[in-house]
């Protein structure tokens, strides 16, 4: 197992953009993706903990972690604001999955939270394929509890993606 990591970071732009910070860094490990949503919408992740790279990083402290990352993988973000008793509630069954094995098809699960705001909390995970996603949050496993998304104040968004094929 690798050193557990204190932060990720991501920045989003062009295909231009992103070959040209990769040119910058070529020692560091940095993932293009594509939007699965979002016709030539990229976003490359920077996961080596280190200092960001990017210009203007959207950046994410690690919480807590499970499995083997796959970075060469379907990649799914579920982003809740939550406030502090549903973050005790939240952050409970995010261990309670990381340390009773990750569902099928799963390679690891990262929880974070957006680095300047703790009630800003982010599931990120490494899938096999957007089907074994699919299978598992159809099958009612989903990361937003359903009290959360039927409250009238409550955000939620996700956003998948997949590897970019590197040009």
């Known amino acids: ?72 993988s379907f990649i799914s973000f579920s982003t809740l604001d939550l406030n502090f008793d549903q973050q005790k509630v939240f952050d409970a069954r995010i261990n309670q999955l990381i340390s009773n094995g990750l569902p099928t098809g799963m390679y690891s699960i990262y929880s974070l939270n957006y680095h300047k705001d703790i009630s800003q909390r982010v599931i990120l995970g490494t899938w096999k394929s957007y089907r074994d996603f699919e299978l598992w949050k159809n099958a009612s496993h989903e990361f937003v509890p359903k009290e959360y998304r039927d409250s009238p104040s409550f955000y939620s968004h996700e956003s998948y993606y997949t590897p970019a094929e590197e040009k």
């Open 1 to 72: 197992m690798g050193i557990v990591k204190k932060q990720i970071a991501i920045t989003f732009g062009d295909s231009r953009i992103m070959n040209q910070i990769r040119e910058k860094h070529p020692d560091r490990k940095l993932v293009t993706y594509k939007a699965l949503n979002q016709t030539g919408k990229l976003m490359m992740l920077d996961y080596s903990g280190e200092k960001p790279v990017f210009q203007s990083p959207v950046l994410y402290d690690v919480l807590g972690h499970g499995g083997t990352d796959n970075w060469d």
